[in-house]
């Protein structure tokens, strides 16, 4: 069984820096893609970021691009969201997400796997 727990997330003032981790179980995690989505207050859940198997290919929201960094160890079964220069508007519940197929990457891949959520607040 497919077990994703996150963590990292938190309060942090406007331009501030949080990353969070996501520790995966129950599979061997470097063979499939990852993904990290956020649902903010009385919003649907957005895309946020994916990061193929090896780590070779990686694809933001362009919300995010450019101030947060996906990255993970397959040693560790960890995928990390690193988030810099955090916005209000970055007020979320964080979740990272693992598809049922592996070795494929792709911004419309279909997510089978969530975690329970982490929170992130950002104050102006």
């Known amino acids: 069984q497919v077990q994703l727990v996150e963590s990292g997330g938190g309060l942090v003032q406007a331009g501030g820096s949080l990353r969070l981790s996501c520790a995966a179980s129950?599979?061997?995690?470097?063979?499939?893609?990852m993904g990290w989505f956020r649902q903010a207050p009385g919003k649907e859940r957005e895309f946020v970021a994916t990061?193929?198997?090896?780590?070779?290919?990686?694809y933001y929201a362009d919300s995010v691009k450019g101030r947060f960094t996906i990255s993970r160890d397959n040693a560790k079964n960890t995928v990390y969201l690193q988030m810099n220069s955090l916005q209000p508007k970055d007020t979320a519940v964080y979740y990272c997400?693992?598809?049922?197929?592996?070795?494929?990457?792709?911004?419309?891949?279909?997510?089978?796997?969530w975690g329970q959520g982490t929170q992130v607040t950002v104050s102006s």
């Open positions: 997400a693992a598809p049922n197929t592996p070795l494929r990457f792709g911004i419309n891949l279909r997510y089978d796997y």
């Open positions: 129950g599979r061997t995690f470097g063979s499939y893609s």
């Open positions: 990061i193929s198997w090896s780590g070779g290919n990686t």
